[in-house]
């Protein structure tokens, strides 16, 4: 599969109006492996002040994503989703800046599983904020003409 080349974008990004809104942006990808950072807006802090977990599952499910498909081809195959677990271990705000990074762990035939690391960095230490392992499963892309 390969890394992406600057300048290019993962396909799956093309219509990905989600992440678009959370204001994803690519670090690196790579075979099995995706980094990508955003920072935290106002619109996404719940009553208490802090980021809504939602919010931090979804960047953590897009950078699973990104890990899951390769950026050069699918041979009419997509990976999905088949279960997700996020654990919240530190609260973040707004404007802050986190990264995730996905890895994947294992690999058997149509199955697959990715762990997540949601970390911030405010210029001191960076804190793990939250751990996303992500369940995956191979299928026929239903949206190839």
């Known amino acids: ?15 990905d109006h ?3 809104w959370l204001g994803i942006e ?9 980094t990508i950072a955003m920072t935290l807006r106002p619109e ?3 009553g208490f002040g802090i980021t809504h977990g939602g919010m931090i599952f979804a960047f953590a499910d897009s950078a ?8 050069h081809g699918d041979d009419g195959l997509v990976t999905v989703a088949s279960g ?5 271990l530190a609260p973040t705000r707004a404007g802050q800046r986190i990264t995730a990074v996905a890895s994947r ?4 035939g149509r199955s697959g599983l990715y ?10 230490t960076p804190t793990v904020v939250a751990e996303f392992r992500g369940r995956s499963r191979t299928i026929p892309n239903r949206h190839t003409n």
Not at 84 to 88: L, M, P, Q, W, Y
Not at 105 to 108: A, C, I, L, M, V
């Open 26 to 34: 690519v670090l690196n990808l790579d075979d099995g492996h995706a």
């Open 64 to 71: 699973f994503a990104l890990a899951c498909n390769s950026a």
């Open 18 to 20: 989600a992440s678009e």
């Open 115 to 124: 762990d997540v690391q949601v970390i911030a960095d405010d210029g001191g």
């Open 84 to 88: 997700a677990d996020v654990t919240f």
């Open 1 to 15: 599969m390969g890394a992406i080349e600057a300048g290019e974008q993962h396909p799956i990004l093309l219509n």
């Open 105 to 108: 762990r294992q690999q058997q």
């Open 44 to 46: 996404m802090m719940n």
